[in-house]
């Protein structure tokens, strides 16, 4: 009796997923992140349909409406979105290299019933990672991020494992195998793997870098079938770590593109000594 009541209530929470996701849509996961460029270019957040009690987060902290870099006004050079229709969440990256301040922004929406319900952004300028916003336009501009051909794809755990993989071995285990890929080209804070657009060029790292020991914890995923892609958001090194955005474009379950944004939370300069390029 107790594993048919059991069976009963995982048909309807089963269900109940279904029935949420069905409310979901791409078109109106597009239309959400449209609305939020809009809002960033404005400096005004009326410019989306927001839903009661939004959420609002900023370098994986929770901030009020009038805090954020969302009030302020910005001339978006370049934005790319990704979908997450079973989750009902978008990804997008937002560059900015006029104004006076670049910027290059990781922003997800959670949408519910069509009203953005939460908004969550990772802020990147001159005093993060390997920061260089007319580097990161420039490389970004000329990268061809498709949708993919159905024969192209891979299912979503394919993608979230892609994601892991690449992060378990290049911070932690040299016995994990990625999935690179040829061409591919990884783009960090302004840094480039692949400046003269070579088509031999990967993104693989040949061993874990410093020797490996770095955990990446806290890791959550946007996932787009239909692009080949996946945004994880992380930190590096522990709770309190390193905020930190991953967008990987897989073809074919392999590496094309990586786009890095890494938010120094200290008040310190960057330590750059011993850093290893990405690709080698």
């Not at 069976?7 to 949420?20: C, E, Q, R, Y």
């Not at 404005?42 to 939004?54: E, H, P, R, T, W």
């Not at 370098?59 to 079973?86: F, Q």
């Not at 501009?141 to 394919?158: G, M, N, T």
Request: net charge negative.
């Amino acid at each position: 009796m107790i594993r048919v009541i059991l069976s009963i209530l995982v048909l309807l929470g089963n269900a109940a997923l279904v029935h949420a996701q069905a409310k979901c849509t791409r078109a109106m996961l597009q239309k959400a992140a449209a609305s939020y460029i809009a809002a960033q270019e404005a400096g005004d957040l009326s410019k989306m349909s927001l839903a009661a009690g939004v959420k609002y987060i900023e370098d994986m902290k929770e901030t009020t409406k009038d805090k954020g870099l969302w009030n302020t006004a910005l001339p978006v050079a370049l934005h790319r979105s990704i979908y997450d229709v079973g989750r009902c969440k978008t990804f997008s990256e937002v560059i900015v290299t006029e104004g006076g301040h670049p910027y290059v922004i990781g922003t997800r929406l959670k949408v519910e019933d069509g009203k953005v319900s939460e908004i969550d952004s990772l802020v990147t300028d001159q005093h993060d990672w390997l920061f260089n916003g007319e580097n990161y336009l420039k490389y970004s501009k000329a990268e061809d991020w498709r949708v993919l051909h159905i024969d192209e794809r891979v299912s979503r755990q394919d993608l979230i494992d892609a994601g892991n993989q690449y992060f378990d071995f290049v911070f932690l285990d040299p016995g994990i195998k990625p999935p690179w890929g040829t061409p591919c080209a990884r783009l960090e804070g302004g840094m480039y793997t692949n400046p003269d657009g070579n088509d031999r060029d990967n993104c693989q790292v040949s061993a874990p870098m410093q020797g490996g020991g770095m955990f990446v914890v806290n890791r959550t995923f946007v996932v787009d079938e239909e692009m080949g892609a996946v945004n994880v958001f992380c930190r590096f090194g522990g709770a309190d770590g390193m905020p930190d955005s991953h967008l990987f474009y897989l073809v074919n379950g392999r590496y094309r593109y990586i786009h890095t944004l890494s938010v120094n939370t200290s008040d310190e300069p960057i330590d750059y000594s011993g850093f290893q390029t990405p690709g080698e």
